[in-house]
């Protein structure tokens, strides 16, 4: 699938500037697909980790593949926010990382010193 990006010129035309292809979401792995399932299914004011998406995915012990998907994956509206690294910590968003605070903090989490408070009651097991 191609997606063209479009710029204006400065007589304010439209004008293609670059083709990007991508691959479908049918050519998506299973577990990609099962990755980004479990996204969409994790409500707000609630986190899980890397490790988490990884096991409801069916595939324990794949928390870094699961975290690979989650960082290439650009599906809009899917709270990659809420997806935490071990233990707590806030782990991942490229180099935005005040931004995933400013979001979690938004929906009631409490973040100091880059870990969710009370993070035990704050995790999600899916159900």
Partial sequence: MAFVHYERSAMGRAMARSVVERPSRAAASEFTRRVLHVLR?????????????????????????????????DEPGLPYHRVIAAGGRLGGFGDHPQLKASLLAAEGHVVRRGRIVNFAARRWDGS
């Fill in 41 to 73: 299914r994790i409500p707000s004011g609630r986190v899980v980790t890397y490790g988490d998406v990884a096991e409801m995915a069916k595939r324990p012990g794949a928390a870094r593949a699961a975290g690979q998907i989650v960082g290439r994956a």
